[in-house]
């Protein structure tokens, strides 16, 4: 059953990975610009120009371009940037670190924000704490991501300038990092001086980030909280005496978790689709950053893998938060 | 009426309209409404502080940018631009999603499938890269804009309606209407599509809010319109780079984006609320 349930999903999450694979690449050969014209020289010969788009498999056709590329892509060669002129997997994976940290850091706080807003929102129902929550969540929810960075700019980097507003990590530092995780790598080395200069650059984008996902989580979570609240298992847990505190933490969470689990899943995927213009806002060098340049570059390789590589992210967390509700969802497990 | 269809009309509402009337009416009258010319540059007036302020200048109310141009005044041309995206790209994306929604919610079987995996292909894309991307290729200009927004978010519409006329077309007033011997394509529209309407109109309003976003993100890595015409997100992108010498280049339209973007997102929730069945 659970098995079945994971073939199915692997199946269509090919088929959504081809289905992308084919819009990008048919968009962006669409495009009027030639890359090739803006990476000669004025005065370049039409020789020249010929030449270059061999190079680039740009004289065959579309068709033909699409499986040349995607015969590549499966053996892991993702073709060359025209700006960068350096391998694109290489790129990529080279910005992604820096991304996947800032979107777990801002996952994180979003979990932690939104949890405690709800158990304290449920503790208190029906108080002015409850309504307090209420309206906060409501902003944090409505103001989307590119406009709370802006916010925090404005507080944190300029009324009261205690945060870094641009980079990911000051330049005179010396970096002992073997890999691109900056800030994991450097909590294992235990260099805290180095993930307090990480944090500072960090913190602002993953709060601007994690603030509509932390409001999602709250809203959610507190509704489905004051359901159980409500069943027999838990008025009797309040009748053998434990605190309201203690009955949601130890009866009601673990039942009214659930289904924001699945919400998390796909509220994620969005938060990710949030760095690129995140990124962008506080020069932080990721990939979504990269991937603004390269279409203002008309890189044309380079756009293709960073999209594709998007999506397998988005494609990936649907699976495993589909697969944990499964393994967690009784009904499911038995069934 | 109960109290959750009461609360819809708080003074909230109100706020909410009264920004949404007053920001719109300014950029229709806008020739007449600024004070200064949006685009006239003089480097002797640049950085000026707001009205309120020390080295203020009379007639630039919220001060000048870099290069002396009046922020007020560009930021009411600038919402012109952001009224005409967010209405041509709320209502075509809703066009676009909702007749797929319905479509697929109502025939179901194939329609529904090759429908649905259309959408998982769609959100599978980070959306403010797709934007980008498309503005790009299609060329920056309004028509552009409003088009990749359109392409984009249609989906937001697809996914709800589909499931709301999955819903009504199990109910019964849908099979009296196929044994009173109605078409079903007649039946889609007589008898579904009324019924969805209020949440298209609930999430219609919704859009608006996300278009005039999408399209200061644009603006704002300079891939909108690309003429001087001010726009929101120009605004800001200038404001970003010139923080630390004139701060309210960025706070001023800061705050014009949030309040129109909470304004829709108010009228969005109060007509989901004042329709929702359950909540009704």
Known sequence: MLLQRFLIRLLTMLITLFGVAVVVFVVIRVAPGDPIAMMLPPGATDDDIARLRALYGLDKTIVQQFFIWLSGVVRGDFGTSISLRQDVLGLVFNRLPATLELAIVALIMAVALGGTTAVLGARERGTAVEAGIDIASGAALSIPDFLWGLVLILLFGVLVPIFDISGRVSPQLDLPFVTQFYFFESLLRLRFDLTWDLLKHMLMPAVALALPLAAIISQLLKQSLKEVLDLDYVVLARVKGFSETQVILREALKNAALPTLTLVGVQFTFLIGGTVIVERLFSYEGLGNMAIDAVINRDLPLIQGIVLVFALLFVLINLVVDMMYALLNPRLRHG | ?280
């Open chain 2, 1 to 280: 009426m109960d109290r959750a269809s009461r609360r819809g009309l708080s003074p909230r509402l109100w706020l909410a309209g009264g920004w949404l009337l007053l920001a719109l009416l300014a950029a229709i009258f806008a020739p007449l409404v600024a004070p200064q010319d949006p685009l006239a540059q003089d480097l002797m007036l640049e950085r000026l502080p707001p009205l309120w302020l020390d080295g203020a200048e009379p007639g630039y109310w919220l001060g000048t940018d870099s290069l002396g141009r009046d922020l007020l005044s560009r930021l009411i041309f600038g919402g012109r631009i952001a009224f005409i995206v967010a209405f041509a790209a709320a209502i075509a994306a809703c066009l676009v999603g909702s007749t797929l929604g319905l479509i697929a919610g109502y025939f179901g079987g194939w329609a529904d499938r090759i429908i649905s995996r259309i959408v998982d292909i769609w959100m599978a894309f980070p959306p403010v890269l797709f934007a980008i991307l498309l503005v790009a290729v299609l060329g920056t200009g309004l028509s552009s804009v409003i088009l990749a927004i359109a392409i984009i978010d249609w989906t937001r519409f697809c996914r709800v309606i589909r499931a709301e006329a999955m819903g009504q077309s199990r109910m019964d007033y849908v099979e009296n209407a196929r044994i009173a011997g109605y078409g079903r394509i007649g039946i889609m529209l007589r008898e579904v599509l009324p019924n969805v309407v209020p949440s298209i109109v609930a999430l219609l309003s919704l859009e608006m809010g996300i278009a005039v976003i999408v399209e200061a993100i644009l603006s704002f890595v300079n891939l909108s319109i690309s003429t001087d015409d001010p726009t929101w997100g120009g605004i800001i992108a200038e404001g970003r780079l010139s923080i630390h010498q004139a701060w309210w280049v960025l706070v001023f339209p800061l705050i014009t984006l949030i309040l129109t973007v909470l304004s829709f997102s108010q009228f969005g929730e109060a007509l989901k609320a004042r329709f929702d069945p359950v909540l009704r």
